[in-house]
């Protein structure tokens, strides 16, 4: 080896010459390293830094936009519901305001007719029989011998008569009381009628003044949203999340249909389309049956919209009614087309499935393998199975507009939150990185005074003796570009005990 | 117009990406010598064996071996799948039909003309473009050639693999193995030296060795 070599014979002695030429090198560059580590070190934190510094930033401005998207999703949300309250409220006062007019002739005809059966039943007292004056008449006749046989006669006649009066009159009497009793039970049913016409109306109003409530309580709910306060935003996040995490379940197994769906047009597809083509390593074929369901799905998402129960498309949703109608209508009519294209072509890949058991009868068993699997009895049940399934999965997966919907609007926040939260980690761990450089280039430093120790230590000897303190002072004084404040202040320590030192040397 | 632009630019993208799905060449050389017709049975499961793997757009062809197999009318049955599963499984029908009847009424050739076989072969496979290439031999590779035949010629492989089906030992190939063994040795030097791959075939009960 060249070093062991370099005092020929004296390999040791080389070394040794090495090493304190190499510890005397690393001495007298000693400041310019450790300037060097310093400014690299701070370089690299100041980086780190202001990357942290920008992410925390990013963070808080994404976080702004994320409660002003939330609010504002919130908003028209509750605009929505609010809207539908309206709707009902609307539709309950219309058709219970039109039924008033009838329910009121009702009322005032039961009314009448009540005051008819009360005014018959009006009690007339019974006339006054005509022969109490003739008793009368009688009664102040001369009480004589000979009228006494004539007077006995007729009143006895007048008596016999009253008798038969009373009990006329008294039958008569029984007769209208029966009559006003039966009046007055016919009245029973107005009653009856009139009670259960006013509970209708009681509940009626009822039901008004429940949906009053509610519209109270969604107005209030969209006071709060407008105001954005700190409830309405927590409020939105919960139920954002919930809806987030549903949403997406109910698309997975959407997925899942889906899939399904493809797997039972693939093969019939290789058909229409050239089997030996391929995109990007995939068969036209599939790629075909893939954008055929694609195409199922965005004519739903379509169909969905045009009858207003998603939001996704402005231009669809602020159409004019009977344009938006006939849209509707023209959807639904390439959806029911493409659902029987689908149910075709899940009768074409039965039957090339049993085309394709036939010639694997006929290469294996020849002719006559193959018209005894032809000759065979065959279920139609698969077959009408694959068919209704072709027809009626995407019917199915047009639903998943509504899901579709609810996963892109809550899906901006929670990503958006997700972002937020990587962000303020990134930051937090960047900051770390910053402390880390610190130390470690403070250890970099001291592993460099490790391998320079010899001359430092003959240094630090000859500055620890007395006179040579005013050096020792000036050492000290010279400035390190990184240190701790809590290096600085032991060094100021230092300095302030040796500047004592010295002026007790004075 | 910006939109226009775009869109034609990714039909023109989509166009572009299309490509052809990799095909297989397949061509079958059938010993129609001696007594190896008697093996011609299995032969036709192997065809039959492969009818039912290939797919739409691959190419199959099966030609007998005989005193001088280097003519097209060897050909027994040829056919490049149709691109519609329906087609093609009509295509397959017929040329196993094709197939069965050439086995029933084959007679046995004098000689045995492998290399014009292959050199066919080569031929056929490199006219239907495939995008893999396999040459399959079923015979027990011992080559006779009439008087005045020559096929001592570079047959020029690449890309091409040769497998050698049903290697069936002869008379003498008992009473001394080695011959056996160099006599395959020999093809598979014969065949690497011309670029192709070799690959011996003698159980064809394994479905696995019989993947292509």
């Known amino acids: 080896m060249f070093i062991s070599n370099l005092i020929p014979g004296e390999p040791v002695l080389s070394w040794l010459l090495v090493i304190i030429a190499a510890n005397l090198i690393l001495y007298f560059i000693r400041q310019s390293a450790h300037e060097l580590l310093d400014n690299l070190t701070q370089m690299i934190i100041q980086n780190l830094k202001l990357l942290s510094h920008a992410l925390v930033k990013t963070a808080k401005q994404m976080n702004r936009r994320n409660r002003e998207v939330l609010l504002e999703h919130g908003k028209q949300q509750a605009e929505r519901e609010l809207e539908r309250q309206f709707i009902r409220l609307g539709t309950l006062v219309e058709k219970d305001l039109a039924r008033y007019p009838t329910i009121q002739r009702n009322i005032e005809q039961n009314i009448s007719h009540m005051e008819d059966k009360l005014s018959q039943t009006s009690e007339v007292p019974a006339p006054l029989p005509e022969w109490t004056e003739a008793v009368e008449s009688i009664t102040r006749l001369k009480d004589t011998t000979k009228n006494d046989a004539v007077v006995g006669k007729l009143l006895q006649a007048i008596y016999e008569a009253f008798h038969k009066q009373q009990g006329e009159v008294l039958g008569t009497y029984r007769q209208d009381i029966a009559k006003r009793h039966t009046l007055l039970k016919g009245a029973m049913g107005h009653w009856r009628h009139l009670i259960h016409k006013i509970s209708q109306l009681h509940k009626q109003w009822q039901h008004l003044n429940d949906q009053a409530q509610k519209i109270d309580l969604q107005v209030e709910r969209f006071e709060n949203m407008v105001q954005g306060t700190d409830k309405a935003e927590r409020l939105l996040k919960a139920s954002n999340t919930t809806q987030f995490v549903i949403s997406l379940v109910v698309m997975v197994i959407a997925g899942f249909g889906a899939f399904v769906n493809y797997n039972l047009i693939a093969l019939p597809m290789s058909e229409l389309m050239p089997a030996t083509s391929q995109v990007a390593g995939y068969n036209v074929a599939d790629i075909g049956a893939a954008v055929i369901i694609m195409l199922e799905i965005t004519v739903g998402l379509f169909f969905m919209e045009a009858i207003g129960i998603t939001r996704l498309f402005p231009v669809i949703h602020f159409m004019e009614d009977k344009k938006r109608m006939i849209w509707a209508w023209v959807c639904i009519t390439f959806l029911l087309a493409l659902c029987g294209v689908e149910a075709g072509l899940a009768y074409m890949r039965e039957t090339m499935v049993a085309d394709k058991a036939m010639l694997t009868s006929f290469l294996v068993g020849g002719e006559e393998a193959a018209s005894t699997a032809a000759a065979a009895e065959h279920s139609n049940i698969p077959m009408i199975g694959q068919m209704t399934l072709g027809f009626v999965l995407p019917l199915i997966l047009m639903f998943v507009a509504i899901p579709f919907e609810s996963f892109i609007h809550t899906g901006r926040h929670v990503v958006g939150g997700l972002i937020v939260n990587l962000c303020i980690f990134v930051s937090t761990a960047l900051r770390s990185l910053a402390v880390f450089m610190k130390q470690f280039n403070k250890s970099l430093k001291h592993i460099y005074d490790i391998l320079c120790f010899a001359p430092l230590w003959v240094v630090n000897l000859i500055e620890n003796k007395p006179k040579s303190l005013k050096t020792v002072v000036t050492d000290e004084q010279e400035p390190l570009a990184l240190e701790s404040d809590d290096a600085k202040s032991s060094k100021s320590k230092k300095k302030d005990a040796a500047i004592h030192l010295n002026q007790e040397a004075k | ?212």
């Open chain 2, 1 to 212: 117009m910006k939109q226009l632009l775009i869109t034609l630019s990714i039909v023109f993208a989509l166009t572009a990406c299309t490509e052809h799905k990799p095909t297989t060449g397949l061509y079958l050389l059938l010993d129609t010598s001696g007594t190896y017709t008697k093996e011609l049975k299995k032969a036709q499961q192997i065809i039959n064996y492969y009818l039912a793997q290939l797919e739409p757009g691959d190419s199959f062809a099966v030609a007998r071996i005989d005193s001088g197999s280097f003519s097209e009318t060897d050909i027994i049955a040829k056919v490049t799948f149709d691109q519609r599963p329906s087609r093609a499984n009509e295509q397959k029908r017929v040329f196993s039909a094709t197939i069965s009847q050439f086995i029933e009424t084959v007679k046995s050739s004098a000689y045995t003309d492998i290399s014009g076989g292959i050199l066919l072969a080569k031929e056929y496979l490199n006219e239907t473009g495939a995008d893999k290439k396999f040459i399959m031999v079923f015979s027990d590779m011992q080559e006779e050639l009439p008087k005045g035949y020559k096929r001592d010629f570079e047959l020029s492989l690449p890309d091409y693999e040769v497998i050698a089906l049903n290697v069936t030992k002869l008379r003498s190939d008992n009473q001394d193995p080695a011959q056996y063994m160099q006599r395959l040795k020999d093809w598979q030097q014969r065949i690497e030296q011309s670029g192709g791959k070799w690959r011996m075939i003698n159980d064809l009960e394994r479905e696995q060795s019989l993947a292509l």
